[in-house]
């Protein structure tokens, strides 16, 4: 008879929550192309959201440094944050697209919310890895500018602003990947 580990337990809840993020992701750029007749897509709109997608699988891909966690409720909840941070991004993201308001200013009324979730997501992991005994690093102090750049992305309006941080932060994700494992690690037993 086989197990669940505590690792499994908590990655299958992760998996879920950001599966729900994409799923939202995808339906509503999809649903944006099907209804292309009727409504203009937005390409900041629409680029912020590949840039979620690929956020929300890059977390994913990462949660297996958390295999030799000592997993406890705390960590589990804090384990659980940045997910459900993410995937409430992904939900206030999407353009409604039986709304008369233009993408564009739903992008925008809806920016303040979107990107306070996403910033969420990298400082609750942050509380995660300080209860989980890691020591503060240089990558967390980038994940700090991060989560500066992310908030200042709610509050600063201009298209301008938002191409230029959201460049540049999906450039630093992508640089950020050169040190990532690219293998996953079965497990031992």
């Not at 500018?145 to 992310?150: P, Y």
Request: proline share 4%.
């Amino acid at each position: 008879m086989y197990f669940v580990t505590e690792f499994e337990f908590v990655q299958v809840t992760v998996a879920i929550i950001l599966g729900l993020g994409i799923t939202e992701l995808l339906r509503n750029i999809g649903e944006q192309i099907r209804r292309r007749s009727k409504i203009q897509l937005y390409s900041l709109q629409v680029a912020a959201s590949c840039a979620l997608v690929f956020v929300i699988l890059r977390y994913l891909w990462l949660f297996w440094s958390n295999l030799d966690v000592s997993w406890t409720l705390p960590l589990f909840l804090l384990t659980v944050c940045p997910a459900i941070a993410l995937a409430l991004s992904a939900q206030v993201i999407r353009v409604d697209c039986d709304s008369d308001t233009p993408p564009k200013e739903q992008y925008f009324e809806n920016s303040t919310a979107t990107y306070l979730f996403w910033a969420a997501a990298p400082l609750s992991q942050l509380v995660f890895d300080a209860a989980s005994g890691y020591r503060f690093t240089e990558p967390d102090v980038a994940r700090l500018f991060v989560i500066g750049f992310l908030t200042s992305l709610g509050f600063i309006k201009t298209p301008t602003y938002h191409w230029i941080v959201l460049s540049g932060l999906f450039i630093s994700l992508i640089l950020g990947m050169s040190r990532a494992q690219f293998t996953l690690t079965a497990q031992g037993g």
